[in-house]
């Protein structure tokens, strides 16, 4: 059965024009877990703490996903997608050989929340036509637990595939919903790397507790068991490591030195897009 290798909390950070936001992974305690490079938690009420939003930057090397738990984030990018993702919703974007987009929210009252995680490319994938999945929340698939649900947003739970088509990396990204007392179990594959994060309650995975803003990462098995007492969401993310080296300058992750060099030139060329 699945134990728990370590965790950590995010720690309280700002980007873009001041985004406030938590860095769970892409920080000292947790600066990677191969395939993953980052994992940001943004969340909060007040309008001045996101209203700046992420005005247009760069990506090249890797993918970006955006999942909105509430609120709403337009997205526009360089290859001519345009977008709105809404509360629930999902966005995928392949960054490959480039692209330079906007995030910004679209509201200035209410909530805002959710979660940005960043998935590398294996070398082969880097340069590869970028791309933008735009998955609105009514189609992602759920599964109805006897005490809840999950919303299988990529990868595979319990034989139902997500809603995400990515080809390179397949990760499994799920996020659970407990509304009472329950024990969650799911097949896992004990070759990933994995992790699951708690943002609302608190669980237990082999007797150890996470309460909320927790991130455990796992030493996987076939299997992974989580117990609530009470109401609880989390996210369970995993993902089959890539094992290649990484160099990363900011929005560019790549192999070498000379790649990032070449990422920074085109970029200052006008030819990211
Ligand atoms: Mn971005």
């Not at 345009?82 to 995030?103: F, K, P, T, V, Y």
């Not at 009252?109 to 970028?130: H, I, T, Y």
């Not at 455990?216 to 098995?221: D, H, R």
Request: charged share 20%; proline share 5%.
């Amino acid at each position: 059965m699945t134990t728990i290798s370590h965790t950590v909390q995010g720690t309280s950070t700002q980007d873009g024009a001041g985004v406030k936001l938590k860095r769970v992974i892409g920080q000292p305690l947790l600066p990677r877990l191969d395939p993953f490079l980052m994992l940001d938690e943004f969340g909060s009420d007040l309008a001045q703490d996101y209203i700046a939003g992420f005005p247009p930057h760069p990506h090249r090397g890797f993918q970006t996903v955006t999942y909105m738990l509430q609120g709403k984030m337009g997205h526009k990018d360089s290859v001519g997608n345009s977008g709105l993702i809404e509360d629930g919703g999902l966005q995928w974007m392949n960054a490959g050989r480039g692209i330079i987009h906007e995030e910004m929210p679209q509201q200035t009252l209410g909530v805002l929340r959710g979660f940005q995680l960043w998935v590398n490319l294996p070398a082969k994938d880097k340069m590869s036509e970028p791309n933008y999945q735009d998955i609105p929340s009514s189609k992602i698939p759920e599964v109805h637990l006897e005490h809840g649900k999950v919303r299988v947003l990529a990868g595979v739970f319990n034989d139902i595939k997500g809603a995400v088509n990515t080809t390179a990396v397949n990760p499994n990204f799920w996020d659970i919903h407990l509304t009472e007392k329950q024990k969650f179990l799911a097949d896992t594959n004990k070759e990933h790397n994995g992790f699951i994060y708690v943002y609302e309650g608190a669980i237990k995975i082999a007797n150890q507790t996470m309460n909320r803003g927790v991130c455990a990462v796992l030493a996987l098995s076939d299997a992974v068991e989580v117990i609530t007492e009470a109401k609880a969401k989390f996210i369970f993310v995993s993902g089959m490591p890539i094992k290649e080296p990484i160099v990363q300058y900011g929005p560019f992750v790549m192999n070498t030195e000379n790649e990032i060099h070449q990422a920074i030139a085109d970029y200052q060329n006008g030819q990211l897009t």
